[in-house]
């Protein structure tokens, strides 16, 4: 067998942070690349020190964003410079867009600077064809991963009947509020609303503990949880409920219908594409804010995958996203894949 020369690989500096046994989104990337796409985790010490082929930016607000406002110029500052010097080194920036737009709102330098790194992106990953990006930009779609080969090895436990679940990160624009003021408008003691993640505003926490002071059926788990003890949690739901103000990509879509749970969300175009992939029955789509009624008629319709292990997904298995990505890496960096038998493959 012989090795591949190296000035045929491909290196990537991936603005992640790396795996830490938990399932995240960095895992889906990663797992299954090939082996010609060398791949290091962002650090100003590595972006500043050392030449790659490719950036792969993902979140790029979260570079130069600090809580302390006395840090936020020299962060603004740092990423500046790091981005030019990438450049000045021949190095290609990639783009993975996941969000219309920032959840979180930047200052007028915050602004200038995602619009340069807009300028300077050579292409740009959207999870859906939905996605917009910057006219003219070029762009290529890489769908959002499953989970059924990574919880395959997990134990489930039984479903509670009437048990509706809402998890990940607790954020005021998932629709807490709107959830539990459908849920508390439903009479009947054969369902519970179950909260799991971690409240990432006081007010979060503060409406969920209230809520249960005043219903029983009302119940939370706070913090981030290992896979084991998320793929429980998940197990026991028989309706994950996501009502989001603002729906475009979610990863928590995506784990529930990997464990075979079917899932209420408001209408999107990304909703419906998906709904149109996996059926009707997984993915059940409301328009305008989330009634008790709706909400309610999920809940008692969920029995019917109950025998399901998981949802039809198509082409969104980890070795397909790990390919897909090597193959935007190589296109972007003007490198040819190896051909089979020279590497093994």
């Known amino acids: 067998m012989t090795a591949r020369p190296m000035e045929q690989r491909v290196s990537v500096l991936l603005a992640l942070r790396p795996p830490d046994g ?52 020299p962060k603004l500052a740092l990423t500046w410079s790091a981005l030019t010097l990438a450049r000045r080194r021949g190095t290609r920036i990639v783009r993975t867009v996941h969000n219309v737009r ?19 992106t050579d292409l740009f990953i959207t999870l859906n064809p939905h996605t917009p990006v910057p006219a003219g930009a070029e762009r290529i779609v890489i769908p959002h991963a499953d989970y ?18 809402l998890f990940g990160h607790l954020r005021l624009y998932k629709g807490v ?20 993640g971690k409240p990432f505003e006081a007010s979060v926490a503060e409406q969920i503990t209230e809520a249960e002071t005043r219903d029983a059926r009302i119940s939370h788990r706070y913090g981030f949880l290992p896979d084991a003890e998320l ?32 899932v209420l969300a408001p209408r999107s175009d990304v909703n419906e594409s998906i709904r149109a992939e996996v059926g009707d029955a997984w993915l059940s789509l409301y328009d305008g804010p989330l009634t008790e009624g709706r909400l309610a008629d999920a809940a008692r319709a969920s029995g019917a ?36 038998g020279r590497d093994g493959g």
Not at 46 to 67: G, T
Not at 322 to 339: C, K, N, S, T
């Open 305 to 340: 995958l109950r025998d399901e292990p998981h949802a039809p997904f198509v082409g969104r298995d980890w070795s397909t996203i790990g390919h897909l990505h090597a193959e935007a890496y190589r296109r972007v960096a003007g490198v040819a894949p190896v051909l089979a």
């Open 102 to 120: 920032p959840h979180e709102t930047d200052g007028v330098l915050g602004r200038a600077l995602a619009r340069s790194i807009d300028r300077t």
């Open 231 to 262: 793929v429980d949690e998940i197990s026991r739901a028989s309706l994950v409920v996501l009502p989001y103000a603002q729906m475009h990509n979610s990863g928590a879509l995506f784990v529930a219908l990997s464990l075979g749970k079917p």
């Open 177 to 196: 509020a709107q959830l539990l003021e459908a849920f508390g408008a439903i009479a009947a003691d054969d369902l519970s609303l179950r909260f799991v």
């Open 148 to 165: 059924v080969e990574r919880f395959a090895d997990i134990d489930r436990t039984d479903a509670v009947d009437g048990r509706i679940l």
């Open 22 to 73: 938990t399932t995240r989104y960095v895992d889906q990337l990663v797992t299954d690349l090939p082996v010609d796409i060398d791949v290091d985790f962002f650090s100003w010490r590595a972006v500043f020190r050392h030449r790659y082929d490719i950036l792969h930016l993902h979140w790029p607000e979260k570079l130069y964003r600090s809580p302390r406002r006395l840090l936020r110029l």
